[in-house]
């Protein structure tokens, strides 16, 4: 079958770094993405990967590992606001199923 | 542009009785998903449609639960009839498709409707 594993929760504090891990096991991949999700609200798109490598967007890099079926997401100087549960998602297969890990929460604390 | 919009953000309802959810897609847009979400079960990909036709919905729970898009700019998603274990949030996204090997994919996400069915 096709899977995702990420820890299912994470605390760190204020101004720290933080790692959230993705395995994948798929038919087939594209690409990693990741996604955020405030409360329940709308999931909002972070990032991509589609090859091996680290991508950096502001205080958030996304890393890739083809070879090793592996990625994670990396916050830097956190802040409070970004508590929130955040989802690893491969495209995989020519249709448009995205396959979604179950998330991590993750709690920011002072 | 406002968006993925998605309505009732809220809605209430008793077992038996039926329930239409409605989403908007972001204009221009040529793919769109429902999804179901539980802390159980996580994101669900229900049904998806590309240029209006279902494409996949294998993910449909049963036959209680039918989608429709009759236009580009309106889609529904009804529960006939509605069980308490259908209660979640229901979201609807849109995407702009492009071949696999090209683009993100990135999905753009309504606020969702939160179901509770007692």
């Known amino acids: 079958g096709q899977s995702l594993e990420q820890p299912s929760e994470v605390t760190a504090v204020e101004g720290a770094i933080v790692q959230i891990n993705c395995t994948y096991q798929?038919?087939?991949?594209?690409?990693l993405s990741w996604y955020q999700q405030h409360d329940g609200g709308a999931p909002t798109f972070l990032s991509y990967?589609?090859l091996d490598g680290l991508e950096e967007t502001g205080r958030f890099s996304s890393f890739l590992s083809r070879s090793d079926s592996y990625g994670y997401l990396l916050l830097q100087e956190l802040q409070m606001k970004d508590s929130a549960s955040y989802f690893c998602?491969?495209?995989?297969?020519?249709?448009?199923?995205?396959?979604w890990g179950l998330g991590t929460s993750l709690a920011v604390n002072p | 542009d406002a968006g993925v919009i998605q309505s009732p953000r809220h809605e209430v309802t008793e077992m038996g009785q039926e329930v239409t959810l409605r989403c908007k897609p972001i204009s221009g847009h040529d793919y769109l998903f429902w999804y179901r979400q539980t802390m159980m079960r996580g994101l669900e990909l229900l049904i998806y449609?590309?240029?209006?036709?279902?494409?996949?919905d294998s993910g449909m729970p049963e036959d209680r639960f039918s989608a429709k898009m009759p236009n580009a700019s309106f889609s529904t998603l009804k529960i006939q009839p509605s069980e308490p274990r259908d209660s979640a949030v229901y979201f609807c996204?849109?995407?702009?498709?492009?071949?696999?090997?090209?683009?993100?994919?990135?999905?753009?996400f309504g606020e969702g409707s939160r179901l509770t069915v007692l």
């Open positions: 998602a491969v495209k995989a297969g020519n249709n448009r199923k995205l396959i």
């Open positions: 990967n589609a």
């Open positions: 449609f590309n240029n209006n036709v279902p494409i996949d």
């Open positions: 996204a849109s995407s702009f498709g492009v071949r696999p090997t090209e683009g993100t994919g990135e999905l753009f």
């Open positions: 798929t038919s087939g991949f594209y690409g």
